[in-house]
């Protein structure tokens, strides 16, 4: 059974950091691996989506690598800005029921 | 972009009635369609996937007489939480997938917040 982790549970910056966004997964069979991100109360905004054969994504300040044979992906958020402060979440889906399973989320707070 | 809506965003009820939920996708034809559940500060839990005019398959730990689910039509789903208690007061997420684009081509809605008093 697939499980995602993401560390950290949460992180706190002041504006203009660059910052990391880690997350793991145990089976390294997976169809791709995207990034969301979820403001409070609400739904989902897809960031980044990584296909398997590929080995990253960027758009904007954000860069998302997946490093597949290591169960790994990290999310880079550049020039971090208050705006950027939600709960972000990885999921990877899986090769065979092509279901979307998602990590524990990371809360970022980026202050003034 | 594909917009999924869901009805409504909030709901209060008391113990014992029934809640339904609606998904529609607005733009986009959803051949298959997913709900979620995320507990406070926990992540999305895939409930069940419902294709069009079939049954829902659900996931495991998850009651399917207590959750129903159907999938009538190309762009609307609705969950229905049948004798709801306090235990299911979550957050429910629907998704879908559109039936013209890739696998990966797959649209969240906004939630709908249920407490159950």
């Known amino acids: 059974k697939q499980e995602v982790t993401q560390i950290p549970a949460a992180l706190s910056v002041p504006e203009g950091e660059n910052l990391v966004l880690n997350c793991s997964f145990t089976?390294?069979?997976?169809?791709?691996l995207q990034w969301f991100r979820q403001d409070p109360g609400k739904g989902l905004t897809s960031l980044l989506l990584?296909?398997?054969?590929?080995r990253e994504q960027t758009s904007g300040r954000l860069n998302a690598s997946l490093d597949k044979s290591s169960g790994r992906s990290t999310l880079y958020i550049a020039a971090s800005q208050p705006g950027d402060s939600a709960t972000y979440l990885c999921?990877?889906?899986?090769?065979?029921?092509?279901?979307?399973?998602f990590g524990t989320g990371t809360r970022l707070l980026v202050s003034p | 972009g594909a917009v999924v809506s869901q009805h409504p965003s909030w709901v209060i009820c008391k113990s014992g009635t029934s809640v339904k939920i609606e998904c529609r996708s607005l733009?986009?034809?959803?051949?298959?369609m997913f709900w979620y559940r995320q507990f406070p500060k926990q992540s999305l839990m895939l409930m069940a996937t419902?294709?069009?005019?079939?049954?829902?398959?659900?996931e495991q730990g998850v009651e399917k007489d207590k959750f129903l689910i159907n999938h009538a039509s190309l762009t609307l789903s609705t969950l229905t939480v049948t004798s709801a208690h306090p235990e299911d007061s979550s957050f429910y997420i629907c998704?879908?997938?559109?039936?013209?684009?890739?696998?990966?081509?797959?649209?969240f809605g906004p939630g709908t917040r249920l407490l159950v008093l």
């Open positions: 419902s294709n069009e005019g079939s049954k829902a398959t659900y």
């Open positions: 089976d390294s069979a997976i169809y791709n």
């Open positions: 733009d986009f034809q959803a051949t298959t």
């Open positions: 998704s879908a997938r559109d039936g013209g684009g890739g696998v990966e081509t797959q649209y």
């Open positions: 999921a990877v889906r899986d090769t065979g029921f092509q279901k979307l399973v």
């Open positions: 990584i296909q398997s054969s590929q």
